[in-house]
């Protein structure tokens, strides 16, 4: 377990899609967590264009490491060693992270430890804010009885992974086709909602009825854990084509269609969350990703595991749901990298964590 009190600092560095981030982290504690968004360069082009993001990344990141210090009140002499997301994610997005951690590394003198993007999810929520009143760390981090059962929901990747130790993964189910964060993208740019579409959906389903639309429910007989979003989208598809033919589509509709999809994405997802929870026993669930943000999906999950008597443990603020370099720092601390990876290593576009327990 590792003990903040002891814990070194971390300097963690994720360039893995459209968010330049560096955090500052000491074991699970967040010293600080610089994001720089893109995501105004990239709503033009309706989603992340690799040359751009790489070109951004490439301007945020002197920059992004500055403040991160500045915001720990650190400096590199009180740095331990350097992280970087290795994979998976955008090619040209990690490569530019890559080289510039590299570079850092041999600059400063810090070991390199290479993490996987995913495996930054799965612990996000063990990510806990420096203690306010005194400014010191909480050293008291609680005791992880594994296996855990860990639910990624972002915009790469809709997974179940069990956890039964620092490192030790095993993928249960996944989604066979697009990622539930991308579906919710997907449709939303179909009702013109900008991009990324997740949050605006969920605003709008604020107001709408859930039960206005019937949703199909995916995958019921496939016999495994897995997930798949290609046939609700269709629907969508179907359904937005013939309410914009009939001049249908008005402010009202719109919230109920966004209520009841996105109500029906995350109710395939706690099917399936249901069907392995009645064939493993896990001490408790943990949820991370960008759509792990959504408030809706927490209460269907937590009403989903409440007959077993399970909790649902989240990030403890929406910066942790989305791509950071904190999540990327606590990983990179946990006890798995004893005897740190000093080589150099090459960016993994498609590195699974099932592969190597994430270690490279
Ligand atoms: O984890 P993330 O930042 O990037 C990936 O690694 O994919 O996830 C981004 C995804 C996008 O699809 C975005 O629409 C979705 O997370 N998202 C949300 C919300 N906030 C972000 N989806 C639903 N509700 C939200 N509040
Ligand atoms: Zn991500």
Redesign the pocket.
């Known amino acids: 377990m590792p003990n903040s009190s002891a814990a070194q600092a971390i300097l963690a560095i994720d360039t ?2 459209d968010e330049t981030s560096v955090a500052v982290t000491a074991g699970f504690t967040v010293l600080s967590n610089v994001i720089a968004s893109q995501v105004e360069l990239h709503k033009q082009y309706g989603g992340v264009f690799p040359t751009v993001a790489k070109q951004a990344h490439r301007e945020n990141l002197p920059a992004a490491v500055q403040a991160a210090l500045k915001r720990a009140h650190l400096t590199w002499d009180d740095i331990s060693a350097v992280a970087i997301t290795v994979g998976p994610g955008l090619a040209p997005a990690l490569e530019v992270g890559l080289n510039f951690a590299q570079e850092l590394s041999a600059q400063h003198h810090k070991p390199l430890i290479g993490v996987n993007h995913v495996e930054g ?1 799965v612990w996000s929520v063990m990510a806990k804010p420096r203690a306010k009143k005194t400014g010191t760390q909480d050293t008291n981090e609680p005791e992880l009885v594994f296996p855990i059962l860990s639910v990624i929901v ?4 809709t997974q179940f992974m069990a956890v039964d130790g620092y490192g030790q993964y095993r993928i249960l189910g996944q989604t066979i086709d697009d990622a539930a ?2 579906v ?2 997907k449709v939303g740019r179909m009702l013109d909602l900008g991009y ?4 605006v ?2 605003e709008l389903a604020r107001t709408g009825s859930a039960s206005a639309f019937d949703f199909p429910l995916p995958m019921t007989t496939s016999g495994d854990f897995n997930l798949s979003f290609s046939g609700m989208k269709t629907f969508a598809r179907n359904k937005i084509e013939a309410l914009s033919g009939a001049d249908s589509l008005n402010a009202k509709v719109i919230s109920d269609f966004c209520a009841s999809f996105q109500k029906a994405v995350f109710r395939a997802v706690c099917y399936k969350l249901n069907k392995i929870l009645q064939t493993e026993q896990f001490s408790e669930v943990w949820l991370g ?3 792990a ?2 408030q809706q999906l927490r209460a269907q999950l937590r009403a989903t595991l409440k007959p077993y008597g399970l909790r649902l443990r989240a990030p403890y603020t929406k910066r942790l749901c ?2 950071n370099g904190a999540m990327i720092g606590v990983v990179a601390g946990l006890p798995k990298h004893v005897g740190k990876n000093l080589e150099a290593f090459d960016r993994r576009p498609r590195w699974s964590l099932s592969d190597n327990g994430g270690r490279v």
């Open positions: 893995s899609c999810h972002s915009g790469g990747h964060g991308e919710l993208d990324p579409a997740g949050p959906v969920e990703g960008g759509v943000a959504n989305g791509d």
